[in-house]
């Protein structure tokens, strides 16, 4: 398996824990995602020196991303979750987002970032955008740590990016393939037998 020669990861058990014939490939190793956060972060500090922030997370993924950046923002800084599913029964999402957790707490007049894990057809940040800028927070920006390429419906332009990925399904540092796979500490690329992509109903925010 490609993941072999990192055995302080336990990705191999993890993998054979849930189906032999997946594959995992490092795409970031979590030295570069560390490095790439604290980046992140520091840029976020300067942009808003002086003032409050406040982060709002999209569960579930993007949950490990947010609780590494926040350590790495240098402001008085509060978050809070939002959940979102799809709409569809089928392989395909219908491409409908729906809210399945709200904010807990007014944002009205903060200085607020999205948190997302990552940007595919934009549909789901869109949607949240337009969610977000209803109750009035003083300004709206988005961090995504990872953009796809291709795939985008929605166009959304992302504030802060972590990283350019190429169009492939990914999991570990929160992402997830059904449920699994978010506790790896690298992202990796996930090849199923035959070349069968995940489709979106076994995505899981
Ligand atoms: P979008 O609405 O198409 O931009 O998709 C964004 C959501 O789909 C993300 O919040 C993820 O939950 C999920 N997603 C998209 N691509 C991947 C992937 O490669 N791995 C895991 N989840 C993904
Ligand atoms: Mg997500």
Known sequence: MACAE???LFREDV???GQDTEHLKVLLRRNA???RVRQMGRQITRDFRGQRLHLVGVLKGASIFLSDLIREIRLEVSLDFI????YGQSTRSSGQVRLTKDLDNSIEGLHT???EDILDTGRTINYLQRVISQRKPRSLRVATLLRKSGRRVKQVRPDYIGFEIPNEFVVGYGLDYAERYRNLRDICILELPGDVRPH???IHR
């Open 33 to 35: 995602i560390e490095r």
């Open 200 to 202: 979106s109903q076994a």
């Open 83 to 86: 959940s979102v599913a799809s």
């Open 113 to 115: 970032i999205l948190v």
């Open 6 to 8: 990192d055995p302080g």
């Open 15 to 17: 993998v054979k824990r």
